[in-house]
């Protein structure tokens, strides 16, 4: 059974949200997290900027997927994730982890896949183990850069790359689906009318999609607005 949890509206929504995250803290409060980019979670990251009770000393923070391009590009989820959270919280440099733009597309998967085994210590065949995750869904049922066309759910990689699908305007680097489902708290963030069909695709594990895949250690837990729902 889906747990959801259902806001008036995105603002609302996202208020729930800084507190559903407030409660993990509070229960952990050393956490190692991983953001989506996109645009629905502007709101949530400048309210959580602003819940001044969180030490970010004590809180990595991790990039989900980001696009091929330069960081300080709009499509960039570093320069969102960067412009609406980290540059207002008192946060070290060395919390946050992000996907560089490298020379190659591969180049950046295995930068980024160092970065994360050196930081979560791991042996071979082991993933990392993050706190919370958040994530949002596509209208074609892609998490994260997980789309139909690159997705493949017997994958044993820590992270992936979407490349060469022409609708989509950038290549990109993911966290892959075993590294997602092995966290404890992953929320999906989802607003606005546009989202309301494939939401319950989703919510009815339609397997054509990879936002259906997606399991969490402890809690999976859909965070909708009424418009989307
Ligand atoms: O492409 C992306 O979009 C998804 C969904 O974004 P949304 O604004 O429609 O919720 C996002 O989760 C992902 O990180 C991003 O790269």
């Known amino acids: ?3 959801i949890n259902i806001g008036q509206d995105l603002n609302n929504l996202s208020q729930k949200l800084v507190n559903y995250f407030f409660k ?3 229960n952990k409060p ?21 819940k001044k009770e969180i030490n970010w000393n004590n809180i990595n923070i991790f990039i989900v997927d980001d696009r091929h391009v330069s960081l300080d590009s709009n499509d960039s ?8 959270l980290i540059d207002h ?17 591969e180049e950046s998967k295995e930068f980024y896949e160092n970065d994360i085994v050196k930081f979560f210590n791991l042996s071979e065949n082991e993933y990392p183990n993050f706190d919370f995750i958040l994530l949002g869904i596509g209208n074609d049922g892609h998490t994260a850069s997980l789309f139909p066309e690159n997705f493949n759910q017997n994958s044993i990689e820590i992270t992936t790359v ?4 022409n609708r989509i305007n950038y290549d990109r680097v ?11 708290y992953i929320v999906f963030l989802v607003s606005g009318k546009n989202k309301k069909e494939i939401l319950q695709k989703v919510l009815k594990k339609d397997k054509k999609y990879p936002a259906s895949y997606i399991k969490a250690k402890k809690e999976l837990i859909f965070f909708v607005d009424n418009a989307a729902y």
């Open 1 to 3: 059974m889906n747990k």
């Open 24 to 26: 993990i803290y509070l």
């Open 30 to 50: 050393l956490l190692n997290i991983a953001l989506s980019g996109g645009n629905t979670p502007k709101k949530f990251f400048q309210l959580l900027s602003e």
């Open 77 to 84: 989820n570093y320069n969102l994730i960067k412009s609406s």
């Open 89 to 105: 919280i008192n946060i070290p440099k060395e919390n946050f982890h992000f996907i560089p733009y490298l020379k190659t597309l």
């Open 162 to 165: 979407a490349k060469n699908i």
């Open 174 to 184: 993911s966290l892959d689906l075993q590294t997602l489902n092995n966290s404890n």
